[in-house]
């Protein structure tokens, strides 16, 4: 009974997310789109298309914590305000597309020529041959339900991917901590089991950084309220959880009687 109860709140709470107050259905992204963020905080002023950015292809090479905290990106889309000009001093999308890492990222002033290099990022409604492939890099990775249908943590315990920490000049030398134990959270949602949450699990991509303070007040438990209309709104779990990382939609994931 208990399991049946649980799996008619689940497909209630997969439809009424999947509606998000619009009354709208909305379309899931493919795989290879999920996570995908557009760029246009100046492309169409300098006639060019807004920037296209895999999140799936840089989260397989390189930590979220990298990315967001020693290089700088805000955590939304067009929140960051990159332009050229910092791209060629070496920030941001310079700090590894700098002809050397990476084919080089923006200049100020381009011709002809560059345009070339200019259309790998600016691809938004243009199409732009890729010289990745979702389906083929993904291949024999452990399989996922939702977002890019990969588990991406299975993925980097087996070895499929290597993820890079540290920048030189660019990252600081931290000293090593002692990972806070996983710790479990009381569910506010009827027929759902707690809430198993791993801090290995996200150290491992996050750091501390990451979540504290900005997303999280605090580090002791219960000092953050929030509720799942909160995260569903794109706040605290669900600043990573339904745009990059496995979507809400996964309940089972994080409702869970041992952790994942």
């Given at each position: 009974m208990?399991?049946i109860?649980?799996?008619?709140g689940?497909?209630?709470f997969?439809?009424?997310?999947?509606?998000?107050?619009?009354?709208?259905?909305?379309r899931?992204?493919?795989?290879?789109?999920y996570g995908?963020?557009?760029?246009?905080n100046?492309?169409?002023?300098?006639?060019?298309?807004?920037a296209?950015?895999d999140?799936?292809?840089?989260?397989?090479?390189?930590?979220?914590?990298l990315?967001?905290?020693?290089?700088?990106?805000?955590?939304?889309?067009?929140?960051t305000?990159?332009?050229a000009?910092?791209?060629e001093?070496?920030?941001?999308?310079?700090?590894?597309?700098?002809?050397?890492?990476a084919?080089s990222a923006?200049?100020?002033?381009?011709?002809r020529?560059?345009?070339?290099?200019c259309?790998?990022?600016?691809?938004?409604?243009?199409n732009?041959?890729r010289s990745?492939?979702?389906?083929e890099f993904v291949?024999g990775?452990?399989k996922?339900?939702?977002?890019?249908?990969v588990?991406?943590?299975?993925?980097?315990?087996?070895?499929k991917?290597?993820?890079?920490?540290?920048l030189?000049?660019?990252?600081?030398k931290?000293?090593?901590?002692v990972?806070?134990?996983?710790f479990?959270?009381?569910?506010?949602?009827?027929?759902?089991?707690?809430?198993k949450?791993s801090?290995?699990?996200?150290?491992?991509?996050?750091?501390c950084?990451?979540?504290h303070?900005?997303i999280?007040?605090g580090?002791?438990?219960?000092?953050t309220?929030?509720s799942?209309?909160?995260?569903?709104?794109?706040?605290y779990?669900?600043?990573?959880?339904?745009?990059?990382a496995?979507p809400?939609?996964?309940?089972?994931?994080c409702h869970r009687?041992?952790?994942?």
């Amino acid at each position: 009974m208990k399991k049946i109860a649980f799996l008619v709140g689940l497909l209630l709470f997969i439809i009424s997310a999947a509606f998000a107050g619009t009354g709208v259905k909305k379309r899931r992204p493919l795989p290879f789109e999920y996570g995908r963020v557009v760029i246009d905080n100046y492309a169409k002023e300098n006639h060019l298309a807004p920037a296209v950015f895999d999140h799936w292809l840089h989260r397989s090479m390189y930590t979220c914590r990298l990315c967001h905290v020693d290089i700088g990106f805000a955590m939304k889309a067009n929140e960051t305000g990159i332009r050229a000009s910092d791209n060629e001093k070496g920030y941001y999308c310079g700090s590894c597309h700098n002809g050397k890492d990476a084919f080089s990222a923006c200049k100020e002033s381009f011709d002809r020529e560059d345009f070339v290099i200019c259309s790998l990022c600016h691809a938004e409604g243009e199409n732009v041959p890729r010289s990745y492939d979702f389906r083929e890099f993904v291949k024999g990775f452990p399989k996922g339900w939702l977002g890019n249908g990969v588990d991406w943590d299975k993925a980097e315990e087996q070895g499929k991917i290597s993820l890079v920490d540290y920048l030189e000049g660019i990252s600081i030398k931290r000293a090593k901590f002692v990972e806070p134990e996983d710790f479990e959270l009381k569910s506010q949602v009827l027929s759902m089991p707690d809430i198993k949450f791993s801090h290995r699990k996200h150290t491992v991509w996050n750091g501390c950084e990451v979540c504290h303070p900005e997303i999280f007040v605090g580090i002791k438990k219960g000092m953050t309220k929030f509720s799942m209309a909160d995260l569903y709104e794109g706040k605290y779990c669900g600043v990573c959880h339904n745009s990059v990382a496995f979507p809400l939609l996964e309940c089972q994931r994080c409702h869970r009687e041992k952790v994942q």
